[in-house]
């Protein structure tokens, strides 16, 4: 007979076992088990000499931890936001961490593992006694931090910091930094914000991360499955749910490719986590191997300097950011074939302290590298690629020509509301630029380092980008929940030696109004330098008022048109979305069939040459109206006006050439060679543009399928 007693007796030599063979399993767990691993550091002492930027990058993290060890520990109560005083410490503090458990199973000396082990007893002393900060410029509210996002960030470094020295801890430590500081941040990452832990977006990418690289450290496998499955282990959310619905089948990140950079670190560390902990998941061969197909895309989104494209909320990037730097070294650990990565790894000159790291480095001293190429592609949006596209048009010169038309998605909270824009880069310059974001990172006295104001009211709307704009109205209004709906129908793109060419139809971002793009890279031996040339249809069933701006970057310096400059008083160009930050400096007009603005970028000339209409008015603009803070960047533009049509298409071609020394002090045509343009054929799908040059020969350019 089954007795209530021999019931209980039961369930307590059950739950008895399992505890025992959770510690069990939790003591047998190798330590470290992370990103660097137990069999890493046995290479990783036996390999050093045969990576010396291995070596230096070890010794580098070293005297850096060993000027931290002279000074007082701080670990202050949270008060600052982005940029602030407490915010950087902590910030610091989880830096310093990581090294000094880096450096402690590099070098096997205690005094780092001593520095790590009294910083997280501080913070296990701390955390429990945190209410939510008190900056409050955040929905997503952390402890440490004015924002949850920033926790997430700390706990996946601390994380590893914890791995390397969890074997220097006592077991009574381990379990008091556990039970005061890892459960209780897990616990309000993952339960108390369930939202932003199974959302697909880049927060919930460091989310799941945080939660389970400190879960596979302690040996918690309902934590790491949290993690990898949403926080029900149903799909809803969770690292696999994200690989599946976060990048295209190209590789493309919906936020665009400067976020693409920021999502990258703990997508690519904690797909190496796994890898390390659970192989048979196959993670970088999941979803068509997705997560090295995003690095490799990241890569191709930049200048040839390694800057990130200006595209919807975006600052100066480059691929020296940390980053970065993780996001190549895990790539190449498992793709030792791409030696082309390695270009990008010396331009870098710095490697991750783990087996990827070491690798890295030992291919660089053995001299394996190959150039690296950045190549003409289309790059769908969506996560079926149904949801518009990013044209990359590159020449394939040494000036790294290039131009970029995005007709993608919205690009959830990130994204702007631009759709069929351009930018044009040449000479390892940004020449036609797009805005990008009003933001200052981290200084704290602009707006604690947070999005400004302005990024709401300028860099979001339509007139901050190079796409047109109907009536002075964003598209959709600027209304977020309607642009994230829709976006642009792709109708071609094709590359050749001679032209590259991409194009793309709206029908959403105004009611009855079509707008249709197409844009061709043309490099041909009557031409100077490769040249943009582009056709921009407007079609709408009433009449409205249509302006097309040009954010040129340079100095201005001659035009073929007429204009009254406002010299001693300016105005602003307009009320609203947007317009309200536009000063109007001068406005012109011309008789002749072709208008033509000529400015100076660097040591090169560049004009932009624009079939105009009698009545269409010319506009010299810069940013900066309405902007008491001093916020917004004084950047200037060139608008072409017309009013009171219903259908109207822009030609516009913009031209490299000629030369200025100011060392040798020569310059060479600084005026255009074109001598007229003409639109031959123009249909949804095709157009035919002819540029004759000043010499008489003629350059014609088909711009279709």
């Known amino acids: 007979m089954i007795t209530n007693t021999s019931i209980r007796k039961k369930r307590f030599y059950l739950a008895f076992l399992l505890l025992f063979l959770g510690l069990h399993l939790q003591a047998n767990l190798p330590h470290p088990t992370l ?58 503090n989880y830096m310093d961490m990581l090294n000094a458990g880096l450096v402690y199973q590099i070098t096997g000396d205690k005094k780092y593992a001593g520095y790590a082990k009294e910083m997280l007893l501080r913070y296990a002393e701390m955390y429990p006694k945190l209410g939510l900060h008190p900056v409050q410029k955040s929905n997503y509210r952390g402890k440490l931090f004015w924002q949850g996002l920033n926790e997430c960030v700390w706990l996946v470094h601390v994380s590893q910091a914890y791995d390397c020295v969890y074997d220097y801890l006592t077991e009574a430590e381990r379990k008091h930094i556990e039970k005061n500081l890892f459960y209780p941040m897990c616990d309000f990452i993952a339960r108390e914000n369930i939202s932003a832990f199974n959302k697909i977006h880049n927060h919930g990418t460091w989310a799941v991360a945080a ?18 499955y949403g926080y029900n282990k149903d799909r809803k959310g969770g690292f696999l749910s994200q690989i599946e619905q976060l990048f295209s089948p190209d590789g493309y990140f919906t936020e665009g490719p400067y ?6 670190q703990p997508f690519v560390m904690f797909a190496q986590v796994v890898e390390n902990n659970q192989p048979e998941l196959k993670i970088f061969e999941y979803n068509d191997g997705m997560i090295l197909k995003a690095v490799d895309v990241e890569f191709q989104l930049m200048e040839p300097d390694g800057q990130i494209f200006y595209l919807n909320d975006a600052l100066d990037k480059t691929w020296h950011t940390a980053e970065l730097v993780y996001a190549l070294n895990v790539a190449y650990n498992m793709q030792p074939h ?10 870098q000159n ?14 660089l001293h053995k001299g394996e590298t190959k150039p690296y190429i950045r190549k003409t592609m289309l790059l769908r949006d969506g996560a079926k690629g149904e949801d518009g596209a990013i044209a990359v048009l590159r020449a394939g010169n040494k000036d790294e020509t290039a131009a970029v038309m995005k007709y993608t998605s919205h690009g959830l909270s990130h994204g702007h509301y631009d759709k069929l824009s351009i930018t044009f880069y040449d000479n390892y310059h940004e020449i036609i630029k797009d805005y990008g974001a009003a933001r200052f990172l981290n200084i704290e006295p602009k707006n604690g380092g947070h999005y400004l104001p302005e990024n709401n009211t300028f860099a979001m709307q339509t007139v901050a980008h190079n796409t047109l704009v ?14 994230e709906k829709y976006s642009p129908e792709h109708l071609f793109f094709k590359n050749t030696d001679r032209i590259k060419v991409a194009g793309a139809e709206d029908t959403n971002a105004y009611p009855g109004t079509v707008m249709n793009r197409k844009i061709a890279l043309i490099s041909d031996e009557r031409l100077e330098y490769p040249v943009l040339a582009d056709v921009f249809t407007v079609k709408s069933e009433e009449k409205h008022q249509f ?17 009254e400059a406002h010299t001693s008083q300016r105005h602003t160009f307009g009320t609203r979305y947007g317009y309200q930050h536009l000063w109007v400096e001068a406005m012109g007009k011309t008789e002749k069939p072709a208008a033509c603005l000529t400015f100076l970028n660097g040591n090169r000339f560049y004009s932009i040459t624009s079939l105009v209409n009698p009545d269409t008015e010319l506009f010299i603009n810069r940013i900066g109206a309405n902007d008491p803070e001093f916020n917004l960047k004084n950047n200037p533009c060139f608008i072409l006006r017309d009013k009171n049509l219903s259908e ?20 060479n045509a600084p005026c255009s060679n074109i001598q007229s343009v003409k639109l031959i054929e123009n249909s949804q799908s095709k157009a035919i543009v002819e540029i004759t040059l000043k010499s008489g020969e003629t350059v014609k350019a088909e711009i279709g399928k």
């Open 211 to 228: 939660v389970g690289m400190i879960g596979y450290v302690m040996g918690d496998k309902d934590l790491t499955g949290k993690a990898l």
């Open 338 to 347: 791409k030696k082309d990565l390695l270009d990008i790894a010396r331009k």
């Open 35 to 92: 990103l660097l691993t137990k069999k890493g550091v046995k290479e990783i002492k036996s390999s050093q000499k045969k990576a010396p930027l291995f070596r230096q990058t070890v010794e580098n993290a070293k005297q850096e931890i060993d000027i931290v060890l002279t000074k007082p520990m701080e670990v202050p109560l949270p008060k600052d936001a982005g940029g602030g005083y407490t915010h950087e410490v902590h910030k610091k």
């Open 547 to 563: 302006d097309l701006p040009f954010y040129f970057m340079g100095q201005l310096i001659s035009t073929n048109f007429e204009y």
């Open 648 to 667: 109207r298409t822009y030609v516009n071609i913009v031209e490299p050439h000629g030369e200025f020394n100011p060392v040798l002090e020569y310059t």
């Open 350 to 363: 710095r490697v991750i302290l783990s087996e990827a790291g070491l690798r890295v480095a030992k291919d």
């Open 470 to 483: 109907v009536d002075e109205t964003s598209h959709f209004k600027g209304n977020i929940r309607i642009s």
């Open 259 to 264: 976020y693409q950079r920021y999502a990258l």
